[in-house]
């Protein structure tokens, strides 16, 4: 396991975050079908998506420019996302963000990904 080190700084620490938690997303059995068979992502385009969206969040970058909700919308109609779904995103997310950092962004990138996920559960349980 990597020392905890430093907090988020770069896209390149952003990159670390997001490929460590897609891993254990991928292998996880509750929500890794969500993203390797439902919404049959492609990997090699969505990660840099990932980047871009949370460099934006995170460090003020102006990169992401996407409809983060009606991709969420979307997935939901394809197989519904449900709490246990969503409190297993950030308990993975939350995971990584403090094996590999520590600082006062890599704890906003925690409270920020509990809005995020609060956000998109009532916004795709509102399209139902």
């Known amino acids: 396991?990597?020392?905890?080190?430093?907090?988020?700084?770069?896209?390149?620490?952003?990159?670390?975050?997001?490929?460590?938690?897609?891993?254990?997303?991928?292998?996880?059995?509750?929500?890794?079908?969500?993203?390797?068979?439902?919404?049959?992502?492609?990997?090699?385009?969505h990660l840099p998506i990932m980047y871009d969206f949370w460099e934006s969040v995170l460090l003020g970058k102006s990169l992401y420019r996407r409809n983060t909700m009606q991709a969420h919308i979307e997935l939901n109609r394809k197989k519904q996302l449900e709490k246990p779904h969503f409190d297993r995103w950030?308990?993975?997310?939350?995971?990584?963000?403090?094996?590999?950092?520590?600082?006062?962004?890599?704890?906003?990138?925690?409270?920020r990904s509990l809005s995020i996920a609060t956000m998109i559960q009532v916004k795709v349980t509102y399209h139902l």
């Open 1 to 45: 396991m990597t020392p905890i080190v430093k907090d988020i700084q770069s896209r390149e620490d952003i990159a670390l975050l997001i490929n460590t938690f897609y891993e254990k997303v991928r292998k996880d059995e509750l929500i890794g079908p969500f993203f390797t068979q439902i919404a049959e992502l492609d990997w090699d385009a």
């Open 90 to 111: 950030l308990a993975l997310f939350h995971a990584t963000c403090d094996e590999l950092f520590s600082g006062p962004v890599a704890e906003n990138a925690k409270t």
